[in-house]
């Protein structure tokens, strides 16, 4: 690990780097510059709760690490560390973790940290504990209060809960930015080039990563670093789906756009949620 000077701290997953991560962010840059010293965020990966609860866990990621990694890069942080979470990481105790780590290996002089943080095993490291440590180490403990994190009223989970529901613009607002899924391009049945409105089928990228409701979106793609705006529908196809491959579709029809791109990986960018998915009689009625 690296040599630090002057390290000002912060903990977490992060998962979507809402906004009310980016509170946390912006005083952490703010005490690092005040005493001329490194900002760092200190995040793991796999998130905990898969190592700890791997059979029960039932968690999905709003974003994945290298989503995650491309939000951090945006504030200008002097280090970012992804520590791997493992079994034998999640037996430390929070004094294991404040003594091996934060000190020793980190060189901590400020630690800036939510209002309910907790870690350590058994999550036994909580702010009484901290500003002990910090006594005895020879840091200061910046907690962020519940009225300045609260102000933005978000978390994690109900960004998570906003995307399952088909919520994205709520989302969206939360995240500050949109919620977007990676792909690659696959050949799929031809029907919508058949129908007048050709469309892209995607192969996900990631099966750890949450994805919104069934159902048409409005959505900006990126392919090859530039922007198209389309239509995207999530789900089973109802209307011709065959019924011996039950299989969800994630298809995107591109306005102005008939080039052919299979084997390309592309961004997609939700917008809003325009209806759920639904069955209609015929080809001449979807159409």
């Known amino acids: 690990m690296a040599e630090f000077n002057n390290s000002v701290v912060t903990i977490g997953t992060f998962d979507g780097v809402h906004l009310g991560h980016q509170k946390i962010l912006t005083k952490l840059k703010k005490e690092a ?3 001329k010293g490194e900002s760092l965020l200190f995040t793991f990966y796999p998130h905990p709760r898969m190592v700890i609860f791997p059979d029960s866990h039932n968690l999905k990621l709003i974003q994945t690490i290298d989503e995650k990694i491309e939000s951090l890069q945006k504030f200008g942080l002097d280090n970012l560390i992804i520590y791997p979470f493992n079994k034998q990481f999640s037996r430390l105790t929070a004094f ?3 003594r091996d780590i934060l000190v020793h290996k980190l060189k901590v002089k400020k630690l800036v940290i939510g209002y309910d943080h907790q870690f350590g095993r058994n999550r036994e490291g909580n702010i009484e504990f901290l500003k002990e440590a910090a006594d005895m180490f020879d840091f200061d403990v910046i907690e962020i209060p519940a009225e300045e994190i609260n102000e933005v009223n978000v978390s994690s989970t109900k960004i998570r809960n906003s995307i399952t529901e088909g919520n994205i613009e709520k989302a969206n607002d939360f995240l500050g930015k949109p919620f977007q899924i990676g792909g690659e391009v696959i ?7 058949a129908l007048g409105y050709p469309t892209i089928n995607l192969k996900l990228t990631n099966e750890l990563k949450i994805m919104p409701l069934d159902g048409v979106y409005a959505v900006e793609i990126k392919i090859k670093d530039e922007k198209h705006f389309g239509m995207m529908n999530i789900g089973m196809n109802p209307t011709v789906r ?5 299989q969800k579709k994630y298809e995107v029809h591109l306005f ?7 084997g390309e990986k592309v961004v997609i ?7 759920k998915e639904k ?3 015929n080809l001449d009625e979807l159409k």
């Open 242 to 246: 065959n019924k011996s491959a039950e």
């Open 187 to 193: 050949q799929g049945k031809m029907l919508g080039r």
């Open 269 to 275: 960018l939700f917008r809003q949620f325009i209806r």
């Open 279 to 281: 069955t209609f009689d």
């Open 256 to 262: 102005d756009f008939d080039e052919v791109i299979y």
């Open 33 to 35: 510059k005040s005493i």
């Open 96 to 98: 294991e973790f404040v």
